[in-house]
């Protein structure tokens, strides 16, 4: 049974991944799951500087999900590079740095100095506002997040995936721009804005006002939006939304997902990674299944 | 830590409020302050419900529950054998390393945060059993767990914001009506050379308990404060329950918490 998948030049054990955001830079829940069975770990969102994050309260629960606005707390670049990549390379799984700026100015930096260290692929995090538009995420304007693609694209030969945001009008759209400016991947969904409201205090719960919701809530319409994605461009897709178990995992790569992506999840089962490693074996050997590749985009071919 | 599926012993009601839920252990080793993160069948919740240990011992754990009625209403219906989801122990717990036997300690609890303080008070009695534990205990309306406190305590103040009509009298148990304990507490600090506070209760008690201790000339209290906040991973990872307590710093309360050296946060 053959597992690996190629994302483009960036190949992997196993389609499972873990999300950035939900799994630190792997130390904690390296404690519960063997990190040699992870396919890629998408590392914490970076940014230049240390950021200390938003006030809390940092997260509501809704209906199947949960609302986060952590605000990108993270030590930086530099203890990234001094301390987190020298844990992460001591497993066998491939590391994805996220990758975040208010300009295009910050990726830039953040592309240079990492360019030269140990990591297997970048991941442009396209959902961050970009202050020199008044805040509007540069993953909103298919010409914005292709001139960010483009100037990162120059400055390192190493794998790109660009993170999509799906809180746009075509999402179709911002996929080919960053395509066609040079993304070798693209990972979606990234979580949709929400917000939620005490009725007793009259006020937002989250202490930013408003977050991105994710988890179970969200997985249809991560799945349309990597069906429709897998139609509008050729590069391969990380599909992630809610995905709770190895059926979930499974719908995304026949929608059209070469890997997934397992985020919230593994906050309610420290586990998950593995049960959907094994989940999706299972299921492979039920359909006579030889090779994932058969699965992904199965639907389109039916 | 890890995730078992735990069978229910006991579901004990206290009042229409609080209930102690007793589930069977399997051996494992945990302590005071301490947490645990519990499943809820309720498939449209989906972060585990953090509750403090009460209790333990090799053959079962104690939760101390307050029933929010938002999701938790389902554990307070669980009966012996049912079965709960917990993933724990979590959190750091209070550290007890530095006591010695002669050392004065307070209690210091509000209504539902004298959960953890129970186990704190059995672990400090069974190390040192002549040490000095002063326990403050303040309710709103109805007390409990009056007497499991006053069997490892030398003494327990017990603080009423409501007067009840019917009055437990607990030999050497006090009972004040209609005011907070922080008056006592903090004449407690001034005269009673006390070497450690260790509070839980609700954010407004803790900043208080911590406001008085440093407006207190010439002692050398310590006091360590247990935390809650709305959590998700409860190991760290996610980030969500970071407290910032100022421009450069957050505490994690999953993870380097729930229990924090009190001058330090507020």
């Known amino acids: 049974m053959n597992l690996k998948v190629n994302l483009n030049g960036l190949v992997l054990d196993n389609p499972v991944t873990v999300a950035s955001g939900t799994f630190g830079f792997g130390r904690e829940y390296s404690e519960y799951v063997d990190l040699n069975d992870i396919g ?84 442009v995090n396209i959902s961050c506002p970009n202050v020199k538009q008044g805040g ?105 939304g809610g995905i709770e178990n190895y059926k979930d995992a499974i719908e995304f790569i026949i929608a059209g997902a070469s890997a997934i992506s397992i985020g919230t999840a593994n906050f309610t089962n420290p586990y998950v990674t593995k049960e959907v490693l094994e989940g999706i074996k299972g299921y492979m050997n039920q359909n006579n299944i030889k090779d994932i590749k058969e699965l992904i985009g199965l639907t389109h071919r039916i | 830590m890890n995730v078992k599926i735990l069978k229910v012993i006991k579901n004990i009601k206290h ?51 307050r029933n929010t009625k938002e999701g938790i209403s389902e554990l307070a219906d669980l009966k012996e054998n049912d079965e709960i ?72 103040d017990v603080f009423l914001e409501l007067e009840i009509k019917e009055k437990i009298e607990i030999a050497n148990v006090s009972y004040t009506y209609g005011e907070y304990p922080s008056n006592y507490y903090g004449k407690l600090l001034k005269e009673k050379n006390i070497d450690y506070v260790y509070s839980c209760g609700p954010d407004a008690l803790l900043e208080n308990a911590v406001e008085i201790l440093k407006n207190t000339s010439d002692i050398n209290t310590k006091i360590y404060v247990s935390l809650e906040e709305r959590m998700a991973c409860g190991i760290g990872a996610c980030l969500c329950c970071t407290k910032v307590i100022n421009e450069n710093q957050g505490i994690c309360v999953c993870k380097d918490g729930p229990v924090f050296n009190g001058v330090e946060v507020y």
């Open chain 1, 136 to 240: 509007m995420a540069f993953g909103t304007d298919p010409r914005v997040a292709a001139q960010l693609v483009k100037s990162v694209r120059k400055l390192t030969k190493k794998h790109i995936i660009v993170k999509l945001s799906p809180n746009v009008k075509d999402i179709t759209e911002i996929a080919k721009a960053v395509e066609e400016a040079g993304a070798d991947a693209i990972s979606l969904i990234n979580t949709v804005a929400g917000m939620k409201i005490d009725i007793n205090t009259r006020k937002p719960i989250l202490g930013n006002i408003s977050g991105g919701l994710s988890g179970p809530a969200v997985k249809p319409i991560a799945i349309k939006m990597v069906y429709d994605c897998y139609k509008a461009v050729s590069i391969p897709i990380i599909g992630m």
């Open chain 1, 40 to 123: 890629a770990i998408s590392v914490k969102g970076i940014t230049l500087k240390a950021r200390v994050g938003n006030k809390e309260p940092r997260i509501a629960e809704t209906n199947m999900g949960i609302l986060n606005s952590v605000g990108l707390q993270n030590p930086g670049v530099e203890a990234f590079i001094e301390r987190e990549i020298p844990f992460l390379r001591g497993y066998k799984s491939k590391i994805i740095a996220n990758v975040n700026g208010s300009n295009i100015g910050d990726y830039e930096k953040m592309i240079i100095k990492l360019d030269e260290e140990d990591i297997d692929s970048f991941e």
């Open chain 2, 15 to 65: 009042n229409d409020e609080i209930f102690e839920l007793i589930v069977e252990n399997h051996n494992q080793s945990m302590k005071a302050g301490q947490f645990y993160g519990l499943k809820l069948n309720d498939k449209s919740k989906i972060l585990r419900r953090p509750i403090s240990i009460n209790k333990y011992d090799e053959k079962q754990i104690s939760f101390l529950i």
């Open chain 2, 85 to 156: 989801n917990a993933m724990g122990p979590l959190g750091n717990g209070f550290d007890t390393s530095e006591l010695k036997s002669n050392s004065t300690v307070i209690l210091y609890g509000g209504g539902i945060g004298i959960a953890p303080l129970l186990q704190l008070a059995k672990e400090i009695k069974s190390k040192f059993e002549a040490i000095n534990i002063i326990t403050l205990l303040g309710y709103r309306e109805n007390p409990y767990q009056i007497k499991e406190f006053k069997e490892v305590s030398s003494s327990v």
